[in-house]
Every structure is written in C-alpha cells, then in structure tokens.
C-alpha cells in the first residue's frame, strides 16, 4: 500500500503541475494518465468502493446502536444515518473537521485501551497456527483497504506539492496503519 501511495502521489504532484491548479481530483488524475475510458473505470471503483465502506459502516453501527439501545437494526440504521447524513449535509466544513476530529481521536483512544487491556491474556501459540478457510472472506477487508488511497490526494493538496514532504507523509500514514491493523490481528487471533 505504501507503494501505491507514492505512486499517486507522485502522479498527483505531476499533475498539479501540468494544470497549474493547487489541488486535482481523482477525475483529473485518471483524465490525464488513463483516457475517457479510464475515467468511467476509476469513476465506477471510487463509487463501488465508497458504497462499501457506506454499507459497512451502517451495517456495523446499527448493530452496536441495536444492542445498546435495544431498538429493531432498522430504526438503528435509520438513526446512524440521519444522525452522520445530517451533520454531512447541513454542517460547515469546519464543523464537520471538528467532529471528524473528535472521531479520529476517539477510534485511536479505544484502540490503544483494547490493546492495553488485551495484551495481558495473549497466547503467542495461536501466531503459529494457520487458517486457510478464512482467506475467502479476508477478500472484501482487502479491497476495502484501498480507500486509504483518497488521502493522499488530500496530502498533496495540503502540503502544496512538496514531494519530499508527500513521500514521508504517505508513508508515515501507511506504516501506522499497517502497524495498526498488524496489532488488531495479533490480538485477534492470540486473544
């Protein structure tokens, strides 16, 4: 992934530079190194992957809100969605920062406290052992995985097309979430 990264980044940068616009979009991206048809396939994946993402979130959420305020996962779904829709749709950007903020600062938080917590009762046996019925439905995270890839427009954007700055930056970013994701499993399966 951090490959990936840098390759977009370095295509972002390029790109930038060809228009002359402080930030381009994934359309302008594909546009340029990819043709029409390009556009239409890119196009059609970023919307694919992002209903996904949409799909698992509410499906999730609607799970936890359901057990934890004991009402039917329809009115849950219906309330995570009117709830997060809402402050999408009528908030300001700053606003929506803010509370993006507060989220990412919450996620990171219960993290670190599941791998504080759960570290006490690790079986380190459990790293040796292999399941390769589970590979199948390993798929659909996989995918799901690339949606790391719209930050690094959002890099390129904000450090104003200062490659060196870009390279760290993106791989800073994926080294934390391998690390991450590395830890969940770890804890996953030796819990």
Known sequence: ????????????VNTMCDLGS???????????TLGTVGVQISCWSYIFIHYAVLVAYIARSSDILTNFLHIPIWESGTLFSLVFGGICFFGSQRFIGAVNGVLV?????????LVAVASGNLHLDA???AN???VPMSIPIIALSFVYQN??????????????????????????CS?????????RDCW
């Not at 992934?1 to 972002?12: H, P, R, W, Y």
């Not at 930050?151 to 934390?176: H, Q």
């Not at 690390?179 to 804890?187: K, N, T």
Request: charged letters at 15%; proline letters at 1%; hydrophobic letters at 50%.
């Open 132 to 134: 390769f019925q589970a």
């Open 127 to 129: 790293l040796l052992k």
């Open 22 to 32: 402080g930030g381009v979009s994934l359309v302008s991206i594909a546009r340029r």
């Open 1 to 12: 992934m951090v490959v990936t990264g840098l390759l977009l980044a370095e295509v972002n």
């Open 179 to 187: 690390i991450s994701h590395l830890e969940w499993c770890y804890l």
């Open 151 to 176: 930050v690094v427009p959002v890099l390129c954007t904000n450090l104003e097309g200062d490659l060196l700055k870009e390279c760290n930056s993106t791989r800073n970013w994926y080294t934390s």
């Open 105 to 113: 600062i919450g996620i990171i938080s219960f993290f670190v406290a």
